[in-house]
């Protein structure tokens, strides 16, 4: 059942996506070279306590850290450890966190340094996907008219979307119903309404969609050894549009 969150807890939702936003920006200015995924996951932790939130993932399904971290072939759900990040490469950081019993979650792929311009490519596109993803969270349209709009955006540049994985709504847990996918036909699904809270979430391979699941039984990685990237936001369907949740300042897209 899709839970309707009524415009206050819209705003509880908001102070949690800021925290959010915040942890995000914080983490992407300390990516460089030499860095390990440990000292940023140790910076997310306490920039949550000390903001008076409580880091979602941790202990989430027994996950062991604060945030995901995931490097190149990794598409989603690294768990954060000694690695050492390295010029050239690219890490995707998931965060969420919960606020007075809400949950907000985001996600961005950063470069470490300069990376090769197909990288960066994958990155614009990735982020683009996500962009016209959420312009599609209106009132009116149907769930799959997301999908539909990130799958045509990504495949016409030449990536590939991952199925195994979706989106999904967000609330008072951390994974609510609707499931959604980043690929299908437009016009399917339920109609959206003014109240539905989306984690929108295009996860993009440079190569194939195939997707496997390593021995940590968490980290997973691209089949073919190609590169991913990882977009996300916490939206909120309005009557006025889609709002970010999780941006740094008021944001309505499109």
Known sequence: MIVLKSDDEVRVMRRAGRVVAEALQRLGERVAPGITTGELDRFAEDFFRRRGAIPAFKGYNGFPASI???LNEQVVHGIPGPRTL????????DVGAVVDG??????????????EPEVERLL????????RGIAQARVGNRLSDISHAIQTW??????????????H????????APAIPNYGPPGRGPRLKPGMT???EPMVNAGGCEVVTKDDHWTVVTADGEWSAHFEHTVAVTADGPLILTALEEEAAG
Not at 102 to 115: C, H, L, R
Not at 169 to 176: D, K, L, S, T, V
């Open 124 to 131: 614009a596109t990735t982020r683009e996907a996500l962009a």
């Open 198 to 200: 989306l984690a929108i």
């Open 154 to 167: 990504v495949e016409a540049h030449g990536f590939s979307v991952v199925r195994e994985y979706v989106g």
């Open 68 to 70: 995901c971290t995931s």
């Open 169 to 176: 709504g967000i609330g008072r847990a951390m994974h609510e």
């Open 102 to 115: 809400f949950y907000g979650d985001a996600a961005a792929t950063f470069p470490v340094g300069q990376v």
């Open 86 to 93: 390295k010029a050239g490469e690219i890490i995707s950081i």
